[in-house]
């Protein structure tokens, strides 16, 4: 279900992601433009500084809608992670698909359920983005439907 990999990021050591605009503008930067065309989530992880780890965790071959239980391993999973190297920290989540960067139904059905699992796990999530060829954005409650 995972990808390989990618190389470590080579974040500048000053990057923190205190503003939207640089979680956008980094993310946007780390995913190349062909990995649009399979429907992926992606995680980077977050010290309770702000500062991302050097750490990229995209899961592949996500399906159109959310499978709860799976949610919950992988939030499980990236808490673990979380309390061993960033205690505190948070993460940051975007889907990525061919048509992501504005919202549509696919983020609608995942938003909500992304961060049930992350509240179960009791993991926060800083930021869930879009991404894809028309570009990368934050999704806000707004954007699904919610409001705060």
Known sequence: MTTDLP?????DPDLIF???????????ALIDPEEYMTPSLWFVLVHDTGHPLPVIVPIDELPD???PETSIRIFEALGDVLSEHAPGGTV???????DGGVVS???????????AAAHHAGVN????????????SI????D?????
Do not use: K, N, Q
């Open 139 to 142: 999704i806000r409650l707004d």
């Open 105 to 115: 139904d696919h983020e609608r059905r995942w938003y909500g359920h992304l961060h």
């Open 144 to 148: 699904v439907g919610m409001s705060a």
């Open 7 to 11: 190389e470590p990021p080579a974040f």
């Open 125 to 136: 999530i800083r930021a869930l983005l879009t991404a894809g060829r028309r570009g990368t």
């Open 65 to 67: 809608s959310p499978d």
């Open 92 to 98: 940051v989540g975007t889907l990525v698909h061919p």
């Open 18 to 28: 205190d503003h939207d605009d640089t979680i956008v503008a980094t993310i946007s």
